[in-house]
T-cell receptor, first 117, second 114 residues
Framework: NAGVMQNPRHLVRRRGQEARLRCSPM?????VYWYRQLPEEGLKFMVYLQKENIIDESGMPKERFSAEFPKEGPSILRIQQVVRGDSAAYFCASSPRGTGSNTGELFFGEGSRLTVL | AQSVSQHNHHVILSEAASLELGCNYS??????LFWYVQYPGQHLQLLLK??????LVKGIKGFEAEFIKSKFSFNLRKPSVQWSDTAEYFC????????????FGQGTTLQVKP
């Protein structure tokens, strides 16, 4: 049973370019979470999505960042006009159940490391 | 707002030493508590979890944690560490009524010397 798959594992962008990070949840999971890990910091929640819906985006920066989880295909975290401060590891996690019955346990991917030159 | 605080940022131990990593959380309602571990170059893995019942929970690889509600704490322990326990450890909280997101602490880097 494949786990959470993230790609690319490593991405290098120059300032001003766009970064797209993809996440395929575990089979049977329809809830996806994105977290960011900055150097010397813990994991910071960014956004929680279900298929075609954004449930909680309270951790997303107001500008340049967006996320989607279409009916078909992986979830995508998109960062426009990247800046050096966007350099971080971005982790995707999935869970099988949603609000109301969610016990919080998440299954993580290996992360995508973004470096902005 | 919910928050999680891990007191030790970097711990260095010799093999066979005992380990205790502190974790305190701030949340007024019912919580589920987790410890995740991230070995070098790998993804986060669940070490153990507390949902309800016995406040002393046992996880994989000989780890255990105790939920003390009155202290809002969920400290991680292991009686005798091994070199292979070298990793980063994260405490996390899920609060009832939340959307399902976990709130993580800053992490503790454990280095075990052989």
């Amino acid at each position: 049973n494949a786990g959470v798959m993230q790609n690319p594992r490593h991405l290098v962008r120059r300032r001003g370019q766009e970064a797209r990070l993809r996440c395929s949840p575990m089979k049977g999971h329809s809830h996806v979470y994105w977290y960011r890990q900055l150097p010397e910091e813990g994991l910071k929640f960014m956004v929680y999505l279900q298929k075609e819906n954004i449930i909680d985006e309270s951790g997303m920066p107001k500008e340049r960042f967006s996320a989607e989880f279409p009916k078909e295909g992986p979830s995508i975290l998109r960062i426009q006009q990247v800046v050096r401060g966007d350099s971080a590891a971005y982790f995707c996690a999935s869970s099988p159940r949603g609000t109301g019955s969610n016990t919080g346990e998440l299954f993580f991917g290996e992360g995508s490391r973004l470096t902005v030159l | 707002a919910q928050s999680v605080s891990q007191h030790n940022h970097h711990v260095i131990l010799s093999e066979a030493a005992s380990l205790e990593l502190g974790c305190n959380y701030s949340y007024g309602g019912t919580v589920n508590l987790f410890w995740y571990v991230q070995y070098p170059g790998q993804h986060l893995q669940l070490l153990l979890k507390y949902f309800s019942g016995d406040p002393l929970v046992k996880g994989i690889k000989g780890f255990e944690a105790e939920f003390i509600k009155s202290k809002f704490s969920f400290n991680l322990r292991k009686p005798s560490v091994q070199w292979s326990d070298t990793a980063e450890y994260f405490c996390a909280v899920h609060g009832s009524g939340n959307t399902g997101k976990l709130i993580f602490g800053q992490g503790t880097t454990l280095q075990v010397k052989p």
